[in-house]
């Protein structure tokens, strides 16, 4: 989809970081945009910095089938049509697989995994109908490409986010369909994903774990280093405009992806090196 211009974006966890960036990117490309998050104060901000764009916002838990069924029939309704869709909201939990809650998992797979279905089950079926160009992004994270340790719960929803963007986008090609779909994998940006834990419901929330706070010291240091979100979202326009599936922001885990590869089929356990390990 190369023409961005008067046609509608939706971006999910709008309210900073890569949403954020996003948001700003698109309405300087001159779209429409809604714009949903559970934050209200980020996102009357980001409104903000959109400038003269029509721009709308939505509370949304994207968790919850039916918000998100409600931003899409206020999309639809109040817009007219969606064009972009960017699933990108999402949640950061780290700490030893086995040291994880049901209320842990319930949370995080709630937003990165649940988030990416129910987004693609609300709009998805819309935006073919359209019979438009029309493109998904799907924010996923290096994370959904290697399973490091001290990040287990994050990396089963990230791996299962990327699972399902590429099912969808082998679906719309099989089914005749004008949307595409790009699996964001972002390596350390400068966000706050790494306190997701000021939006945690509180039905969900439990004392951090001693191994949880030595891994959020690991991913303070990565992040506060990271990449501009606002660099991460001229590459998200790019990959929009060339119809490319798989967004590595940092081009050296093409190199771990290889060496994981051959890793794997040798029988062994892949390791994370150099840049992987900031995943």
């Given at each position: 989809?190369?023409?961005?211009?008067?046609k509608?974006?939706v971006?999910?966890?709008?309210?900073?970081?890569?949403?954020?960036?996003l948001?700003?990117r698109?309405?300087?490309?001159?779209?429409?945009?809604?714009?949903?998050?559970?934050?209200?104060?980020?996102?009357?901000?980001?409104?903000?910095?959109?400038?003269?764009t029509k721009?709308l916002?939505q509370?949304?838990?994207?968790?919850?089938e039916?918000?998100?069924?409600?931003?899409?029939?206020?999309?639809f309704?109040?817009?007219?049509?969606v064009?972009?869709?960017?699933?990108?909201?999402?949640?950061?939990?780290g700490?030893?697989?086995?040291?994880?809650?049901?209320?842990?998992?319930t949370?995080?797979?709630?937003?990165?995994?649940?988030?990416?279905?129910?987004?693609?089950?609300?709009?998805?079926?819309?935006?073919?109908?359209q019979?438009t160009?029309?493109?998904?992004?799907?924010t996923?994270?290096?994370?959904?490409?290697?399973?490091?340790?001290?990040?287990?719960?994050?990396?089963?929803?990230?791996?299962?986010?990327?699972?399902?963007?590429q099912?969808?986008?082998?679906?719309?090609?099989?089914?005749?369909?004008?949307?595409?779909?790009?699996?964001?994998?972002?390596g350390?940006?400068r966000?706050?994903?790494?306190h997701?834990?000021?939006?945690?419901?509180?039905d969900?929330?439990?004392?951090?774990?001693?191994?949880?706070?030595?891994s959020?010291?690991?991913?303070?240091?990565?992040?506060?280093?990271?990449?501009?979100?606002?660099?991460?979202?001229?590459?998200?326009?790019d990959?929009?405009r060339e119809?490319?599936?798989?967004?590595?922001t940092?081009p050296?885990?093409?190199?771990?992806?290889?060496?994981?590869?051959?890793?794997?089929l040798?029988?062994?356990l892949?390791?994370?090196?150099?840049?992987a390990?900031?995943?």
């Open positions: 989809m190369r023409e961005l211009s008067g509608v974006a971006v999910t966890g709008a309210a900073s970081g890569i949403g954020r960036a948001a700003v698109f309405a300087s490309e001159g779209m429409s945009l809604m714009l949903a998050d559970v934050d209200p104060g980020g996102l009357a901000e980001t409104a903000t910095l959109a400038g003269d721009v916002t509370i949304t838990d994207v968790s919850d039916a918000a998100v069924l409600h931003l899409a029939d206020r999309t309704g109040e817009l007219g049509a064009h972009l869709l960017c699933n990108n909201a999402g949640v950061y939990q700490g030893h697989l086995w040291t994880r809650t049901r209320e842990d998992f949370w995080v797979l709630g937003v990165n995994l649940w988030g990416v279905l129910h987004g693609i089950n609300a709009f998805v079926p819309r935006m073919i109908e019979d160009e029309g493109h998904i992004v799907n996923v994270s290096v994370a959904g490409l290697f399973a490091g340790p001290h990040a287990g719960g994050y990396a089963v929803s990230k791996y299962a986010a990327f699972a399902a963007s099912a969808l986008a082998h679906d719309l090609v099989a089914s005749g369909s004008r949307l595409r779909v790009t699996a964001l994998c972002p350390a940006v966000t706050r994903i790494n997701s834990g000021r939006v945690r419901p509180f969900l929330t439990v004392a951090p774990s001693p191994d949880e706070l030595e959020q010291e690991r991913v303070d240091a990565g992040v506060a280093r990271g990449m501009d979100p606002a660099r991460v979202a001229d590459m998200v326009v990959a929009v119809e490319r599936f798989l967004l590595l940092h050296e885990y093409g190199g771990s992806m290889r060496r994981q590869t051959e890793t794997l040798s029988g062994g892949p390791t994370l090196r150099g840049a390990r900031e995943a």
